[in-house]
């Protein structure tokens, strides 16, 4: 099959719609949101932010050994400057309207013999995936960042030499495009992604 061949995405339905849903997420997700519904969603009731990470700790990993740990802060307590002074501008201009960021790291060894696990990063991916899987079903929206300082992210947030920084994620509602500045309005578009011939390789790597 020519790798260029567009498989039609209606003969590969996974089922799993919440996919799709996520892969079309915008980057306005967290432009602009009312913060005290946001707080409402995750203060108030209490277990809605921890039903996020209730969701991330249940992903596979080798050997069980669940390397991924989460820092978290909420909008409007004293941990939420520390984690937003972190992020590049580029990213402030939207975040300041999420409910929640988080730092995600990893252990880079397995706890049972302290033996370098290759696999730790992939872990942890497995569980931000979790995590924003379980926000999307719930109403809201996740959108993870490499754009931090992460040697700073160790330094202010303590984290010691044997975790790996990974990302930050920002957690908050949905919110119309159209209450986005008009400038991020107009670089908003829909994310697609590389077809199935291009990505699927049967037996061996296919240049
Ligand atoms: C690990 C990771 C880091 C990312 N870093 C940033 C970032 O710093 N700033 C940003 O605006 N988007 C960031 N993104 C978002 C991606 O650009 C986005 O997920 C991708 O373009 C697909 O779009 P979609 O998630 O809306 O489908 C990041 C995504 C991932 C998974």
């Known amino acids: 099959m020519d790798k260029k061949e567009e498989i039609p995405a209606k003969d590969y339905e996974t089922g799993l719609d919440i996919a799709r849903r996520y892969a079309t997420q915008y980057l306005f997700d967290f432009y602009d949101i009312l913060l005290h519904e946001i707080l ?11 039903s996020l990470f209730e969701a991330a700790r249940w992903a596979p990993s080798s050997y069980n050994n669940q390397p991924w740990r989460f820092i978290y802060a909420k909008k409007n307590t004293p941990y939420w ?13 939207w975040t300041k309207y999420a409910a929640v960021l988080v730092v995600i790291i990893a252990r880079k060894n397995f706890e049972h013999n302290e033996k370098y696990s290759i696999t730790h990063q992939f872990d942890a991916g497995a569980a931000w995936e979790n995590l924003s899987l379980e926000a999307y079903s719930r109403g ?8 931090f ?16 920084v990974m990302a930050m994620i920002a957690i908050g509602r949905k919110w119309p495009k159209e209450n986005l500045p008009l ?16 990505v699927v390789m049967e037996g061996q790597f296919r240049k």
């Open 40 to 50: 409402t969603t995750l203060v108030d009731r209490p277990a809605t932010i921890m």
């Open 81 to 93: 400057d520390k984690l937003f002074n972190l992020l590049a501008e580029p990213n402030k201009v």
């Open 140 to 147: 809201l929206a996740v959108h993870a960042m490499q754009g």
């Open 149 to 164: 300082d992460y040697q700073q992210a160790r330094t202010d947030l303590e984290i010691p030499d044997n975790f790996d």
């Open 183 to 198: 400038q991020l309005q107009e670089t908003e578009q829909p994310n697609d992604r590389k077809p199935l011939t291009e």
